[in-house]
Nanobody
Framework: QVQLVESGGGLVQAGDSLRLSCVAS????????TGWFRQAPGKEREFLAV????????YYADSVKGRFTISRDNAKNTVYLQMNSLKPEDTAVYYC???????????????WGQGTQVTVSS
């Protein structure tokens, strides 16, 4: 059974960068797509990006396209989210999740990490 643990969040200023990591236990992790999502207080969980099992295909939400980059290192069982030019509206808890196909639909991801808080001050 795959378990996911996110890290790398913190408090930054607008314009700064952060790199989030999602480390998975279990050798089968590399068979799945992995997505990044976020949830701000009082809002629904929002899709950000997804990467195929090989890393050869990625897909981004319009809200982060050009600022965020998803990547993976299957040898390390890790998926990353590089976030540049952060804005106060990026403040949220960030989650990674595994799924069977590359989709922005939250319900199609079956295993989630506990989340890491990102706070961007103005």
């Amino acid at each position: 059974q795959v378990q996911l643990v996110e890290s790398g969040g913190g408090l930054v200023q607008a314009g700064d960068s952060l790199r989030l990591s999602c480390v998975a236990s279990g050798r089968t992790f590399r068979r799945y797509v992995t997505g990044w999502f976020r949830q701000a207080p009082g809002k629904e969980r929002e899709f950000l990006a997804v990467i195929s099992w090989s890393g050869g295909s990625t897909y981004y939400a319009d809200s982060v396209k050009g600022r965020f980059t998803i990547s993976r290192d299957n040898a390390k069982n890790t998926v990353y989210l590089q976030m540049n030019s952060l804005k106060p509206e990026d403040t949220a808890v960030y989650y990674c999740a595994k799924g069977g196909r590359s989709t922005p639909t939250v319900a199609e991801y079956d295993t989630w990490g506990q989340g890491t808080q990102v706070t961007v001050s103005s």
